[in-house]
C-alpha cells in the first residue's frame, strides 16, 4: 500500500508582525555566537535534566535545542541516553501527554489579535535541523506567534526522536501557542514501517521498547485538526465522511453489534464539526473495511487525499480514507463559512 504522500516542509501565516524577541534573541543568539557548526565537546552540561520545580523555561528550551543539535552531530545514536537520559523522556512525555489528551479532537485557534501571525508546518519527518532553522526563521512561539504542526514529526529522517521531543518541550512550555496534531505516521504502522521505531530502539537500547510504547501512547493524545481563526481548516489528510447514518438493525437477542454501513443505502457525504467532536481519536490500520467500523473520521482526517474527480469516493489505493473533489471543498467552505483548507 503506498505511503501518505509526502511534501516538502511548508510555511503559511495569517497576518503577520515580529514575534517575542526575547524568546528569538535568547536561543539565536547562543546559536550565532557558536556559528551552527559542529563543537567537540557539548555547548550545555549533559545530561539534559528535567527542572525540579517541573517547570519548562525558555532557557531549558534553549539548552534542549543546543544540545540535540550537538549531539546529532556529534554522537551515535547508541549514546542518546548520555544526554537525554529516559527518566527525563518519561517525565517530558508524560507531561505533555496530559496535555494534549485534554485537548479537543479540533483545537479551535482564535485568541489572538491582528498583530499576530499563525504558522503553519507540514510534514517534517525527523529533519531537526530544518526544524531548528524554521524556528529560527519564522520566529520562535510567543505571545504573538502561534505554531499549529500538521503531523508528520517521524520516520524517514534520522532525528525524528529529538524532533518530537523538542516539539513536545515547546507545547509544554507554551501550551496555548504550540499545537502539535497527528500525522498518519504517528502510528503502529507506519512507525514499524518507515524507521522510527527502528531508531528509537537505536538510540535507548534496551530501553528502547519502553521509550517506543510511550512515544506511541502520547500519538494517540494528539488532536486530529484545528480551526484557526474561525476560517482556516488545518487536518494532515484533510475532508472527513459523515456517520450519522442509521446503523443496521441489531439482531433480536444481542445487545451488542458492530456498526454496518452499506455504501448502497448509506451514501457518502461530507461530516460535520460536530460529529468530529465526537470521534474516539483512535486510528485503525490500513487497510481498513469502512463497512465494519463506526469510528471512520480519524482515519479520513489523516489518510484522505484531494483529487480532481468530483464528489466523494473510498481511497482503494491507500486502503483508508477518501479522495474528494473540488466540489466536496467548495461545499465544506461553504458550509461551516471557511476560507481554506490547509
Not at 500500500?1 to 524568546?23: A, F, H, R
Not at 549533559?46 to 531549558?60: A, F, N
Not at 489579535?113 to 519564522?138: I, T
Not at 452499506?262 to 481519536?281: I, Q, W, Y
Amino acid at each position: 500500500m503506498p505511503n501518505k504522500k509526502e511534501s516538502d516542509t511548508t510555511v503559511s501565516s495569517l497576518p503577520s508582525d515580529e514575534s517575542n524577541p526575547t524568546i528569538s534573541s535568547t536561543i539565536a543568539s547562543t546559536e550565532h555566537s557558536k556559528g551552527n557548526k559542529p563543537l567537540s565537546s557539548a555547548p550545555v552540561q549533559i545530561p539534559i535534566s528535567y527542572p525540579e520545580d517541573g517547570m519548562l523555561t525558555v532557557e531549558w528550551i534553549q539548552d534542549l535545542t543546543l544540545t540535540f543539535d550537538w549531539s546529532s552531530r556529534n554522537l551515535p545514536p547508541s549514546e542518546f541516553p548520555s544526554v537525554f537520559p529516559v527518566d527525563v523522556f518519561d517525565t517530558l512525555v508524560l507531561t505533555a501527554s496530559k496535555i494534549l489528551h485534554k485537548e479537543p479532537n479540533c483545537v479551535v485557534i482564535d485568541d489572538f489579535d491582528q498583530d499576530s501571525r499563525v504558522v503553519v508546518v507540514g510534514d517534517v519527518h525527523g529533519q531537526l535541523h530544518d526544524v531548528l532553522f524554521l524556528l529560527r526563521d519564522a520566529g520562535f512561539p510567543s505571545k504573538n506567534c502561534f505554531f499549529v504542526f500538521n503531523g508528520d514529526y517521524v520516520d524517514r529522517g534520522a532525528w525524528g526522536l529529538e524532533t518530537f521531543l523538542l516539539l513536545l518541550a515547546w507545547k509544554v512550555f507554551l501550551p496555548h501557542r504550540v499545537y502539535l496534531l497527528r500525522g498518519n505516521h504517528e502510528s503502529k504502522y507506519c512507525t514499524s514501517v518507515y524507521g522510527f521505531e527502528k531508531e528509537v530502539m537505536a538510540k535507548y537500547g534496551d530501553k528502547g521498547k519502553h521509550a517506543y510504547r510511550k512515544c506511541l501512547g502520547c500519538f494517540e493524545g494528539l488532536p486530529l485538526a484545528s480551526l484557526i481563526g474561525k476560517h482556516v481548516f488545518t487536518a494532515h489528510g484533510g475532508l472527513f465522511r459523515s456517520v450519522s447514518h442509521a446503523p443496521s438493525k441489531k439482531p433480536k437477542g444481542k445487545k451488542k453489534n458492530n456498526v454496518v454501513f452499506n455504501p448502497e443505502t448509506n451514501p457518502l457525504s461530507l461530516g460535520s464539526f460536530h460529529e468530529l467532536a465526537k470521534a474516539r481519536r483512535s486510528v485503525l490500520d490500513p487497510p481498513w473495511n469502512p463497512q465494519l467500523s463506526s469510528n471512520l473520521i480519524p482515519g479520513d482526517l489523516l489518510w484522505s487525499d484531494p483529487s480532481m474527480k468530483l464528489g466523494l469516493s473510498e481511497n482503494t489505493e491507500r486502503g483508508i480514507g477518501l479522495l474528494w473533489g473540488p466540489d466536496s471543498t467548495e461545499e465544506f467552505l461553504k458550509k461551516f463559512s471557511l476560507k481554506v483548507i490547509s
